[in-house]
């Protein structure tokens, strides 16, 4: 029986190689947008795809998606967290909006369709049960200069879908999955990637500068990202996080390693501190 997958953000990027990685597999697809009408896949039909407009912003944009799936398909087993984007500068150099608006995007909204996609698993179709992908970052596990809101919107995903995983009950069968990619050559470091305006105390880092040189040689291809994710999916016991790229798996693996040095070396004062019986 195919399985149903419902993927925000299919308009580039990971998003849009994960709706065609699906329909080559055989499974059925509903590929949300802003703007829907933009999308094209190869192979699609009236039996396995759906296109709708979906703004994480907007939840009765969200409502209406979900709506429309199951009317269409009858059940959703994987919903795919993807919509996002970066916003890069030093952090006094982002106002106020901008700030507002990365976590509205990155984090209310991946919370607004979660919410939407835990109800829908476990009270609105038979067998209960599904997958739900968030794509997060390696910038969701380690700290990045230019990036500290959309490290801070990561790391929000990142804390909230494990505390998360632990209230679900078993017999829901809704396994939680934050993706973590390194660089892969999408579009998130060109033209979809947000920089602040300059700030005079900052001109020893120009964020601009260093995304348009990284932009297009990083090491990630975003087809073979979009099969890992797809792997993820299917899996019967998927983990609660993975990194996906080369240098993300490296640079976690050395994060680890940090961690584990720092809370080591000042172990006697955090052992030092619980009440005397």
């Known amino acids: 029986m195919p399985r149903v997958f419902l993927i925000t953000g299919c308009s580039t990027g990971f998003g849009k190689d994960y709706v065609q990685e699906v329909l080559d597999r055989g499974d059925y697809v509903v590929a949300t947008a802003r703007k829907p009408e933009s999308l094209s896949f190869s192979g699609t039909n009236d039996k396995n795809y759906l296109s709708s407009k979906l703004d994480v912003t907007d939840k009765k944009t969200i409502q209406d998606t979900f709506d429309q799936a199951l009317k269409k398909f009858g059940r959703i087993d994987v919903v795919c967290n993807n919509a996002g984007y970066g916003l890069s500068g030093c952090f006094e150099e982002y106002k106020e909006n901008e700030i507002r608006q990365q976590m509205e995007i990155n984090f209310f909204g991946l919370l607004d369709v979660t919410r ?21 970052s390696i910038g969701g596990q380690r700290g990045v200069p230019t990036f500290s809101l959309y490290c801070a919107s990561k790391w929000a995903v990142e804390g909230f879908t494990e505390a998360l995983s632990h209230e679900l009950k078993p017999e829901w069968n809704i396994h939680l999955t934050c993706i973590e990619p390194g660089g892969f050559r999408t579009d998130w470091a060109g ?15 120009d964020a601009k500068t260093q995304m348009e040189k990284r932009h297009g040689t990083q090491a990630g291809d975003p087809k073979k990202g979009a099969k890992a994710m797809y792997e993820f999916a299917i899996m019967d016991d998927p983990p609660l996080r993975s990194v996906i790229g080369t240098d993300a798996y490296k640079a976690i693996l050395d994060k680890i390693d940090k961690y584990e040095q720092n809370y080591k070396k000042y172990e006697k004062i955090a052992n030092s501190t619980d009440v005397e019986e």
């Open 116 to 136: 939407i996609a835990l109800e829908t698993m476990r009270d609105k179709q038979k067998p209960q049960g599904g997958r739900i992908q968030q794509v997060t």
């Open 191 to 205: 033209r979809s990637m947000a920089f602040a305006e300059r700030h005079p105390a900052y001109d020893h880092i």
